[in-house]
């Protein structure tokens, strides 16, 4: 049985996956999940990861049952293990949107059908197949092409583009300060597939770049950290001087929500390179092909 708990659980699947969501769509889909129930536990806010899934599922046939933490017992002490247990006996799959990939992996360990990772604090593997499959369908490639993150480094973003970017052949440079920078055991691992450049300095990372990205600089579970943070990060923004570096034809990143005149501004984020409510509509094709593929 497989898993996506983290990039690493698509490696020498990926291409496929995302072919797969691009074919669906550009040429439609059938009723491959018919009948199959998603459970979605959900811990944290969403907005796209509960309605690209609902209605991911529904165009493949399936249903899908909304979870949240404090809905269900789990909110109240029941065991992570008990959880994945009785879950597993009603669903096909479960997705599961946590704090902490400790507990992601419990459900996982626990869990007798596939589950799918919804973000944690560690990884945001369906974002990032999204974001593979929004290069592809713009460039036509992923091989040989670069990638620039600005912002905060050591976020669940920036682990699963640094794994999922040298998997598909691409480079990809880290552009944030110190402090956050990417834990070694991600950098690591992605230097294993690829070239990964982790750097504090802005000026002149962004040359070459094709694909330009960043993301919020207070995730989730980090807002009594937010003054700092803000501060710390205020040089890192992408604004039109970083794409003005890029390549004439690069493309602007974001997987929302977006926090203009923070990490971006709205002038780049809804700006002609800008490809970011393509991210978001692919969030649904990238996800069919991901459930498809788990329940083969
Ligand atoms: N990008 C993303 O995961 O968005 P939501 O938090 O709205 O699901
Ligand atoms: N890094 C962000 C992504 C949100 C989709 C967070 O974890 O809040």
Redesign the pocket.
Known sequence: MKHLISMVDVEGELEAIIDDGIDMKRNGYRRDLADKILAMIFE?????????FEVGMQKLGGHTIFLGKNDIQMGRGETIEDTALVLSRYAHLIMY?AFSHTDMVELANHATVPVIN??DDEE?P??VITDLMTVKEHKNRLKGLKAVYFGDGSNNMANSLLLGCTMAGMDISIVAPRQYWPADAYVNKAREWGKVTVTEVKEGAALDADVVITDTWVS?GDETEKKERLAALHPYQVNAAVMQEAKPDAIFMH???AYYGNEVTKEVAHGPQSVIFD??EN?MWAQMAVMKWLLK
């Not at 944290?44 to 690209?52: G, N």
Request: proline share 5%.
């Open positions: 944290k806010s969403s907005t796209r990861t509960r309605v690209s949107r919804g973000l945001h369906c974002q989730m997987c929302l929500p991210e978001a969030r």
